[in-house]
């Protein structure tokens, strides 16, 4: 399959390099032009272990590469995870500024059929908004292009992300059609020894688990303190 991830920070990057591992061909693009530099050279931007030896040995296979800009993207993808930072603002917010520029740049360049997964830390209703500035772009361009918004949030743990990815405890795919969730199953098939983990919803129900599931964590780390 081919896959294109914007973003190519922590979550970006495992996600790329763990599905370019599991075959499919996989472009990060990200604006950050000297960490795609230091990509290419084999220059990790982030510790993880087995991170930097999994980038290397898929560069060197030809399924994963790194880019600056959509331009560069060889194959129309079948797939688009948007995997960009959402830093908090000043008032604690979400700052969702890079995640509405992804939405607007695949609108630019998207030319068939496309299943868009957004896998950044979101507020409920993002996908809805993500579909806005996609529909917009496509309207002024004046295409009929049809494209699902599909909700992936990620459960990485810092120095154990590789085995989460690769041996997920839990899949969530929030989704509307059943086209995308067709793909999304195929994508994600590979990982699950046992599909029970593997848990398909709505898009808000999808983007509303992480954050119980973040609350939960802070909530056990307030009682072990």
Known sequence: MNITVIGAGYVGLVTGACFADLGNHVTCIDVNQEKIKHLNQGIMPIYEPGLDAIVQANRDAGRLRFVTSFDDVQHEPQVIFIAVGTPSNQEGAADLQYVLEAAKNIGVYLNQY??????????????????????????????????????????????????????????????????????????????????????????????????????????RIFVYE
């Not at 507020?123 to 992936?152: C, H, W, Y």
């Not at 743990?157 to 085995?163: K, L, N, T, Y």
């Open 114 to 219: 496309c299943v868009i997964v957004d896998k950044s830390t979101v507020p409920v209703g993002m996908a809805d908004q993500v579909e806005g500035v996609i529909r917009a772009e496509l309207k002024r361009r004046a295409k009929a292009i049809t494209f699902d918004v599909v909700s992936n949030p990620e459960f990485l743990r810092e120095g154990a992300a590789i085995d989460d990815f690769m041996r997920p405890d839990r899949v969530i795919i929030g989704c509307s059609s059943k086209r995308a969730r067709n793909i999304m199953l195929d994508l994600y098939l590979p990982l699950m020894r046992n599909t029970e983990k593997l848990y398909f919803m709505n898009v808000k129900d999808a983007e509303m688990t992480k954050y119980v599931a973040n609350a939960m964590l802070a909530t």
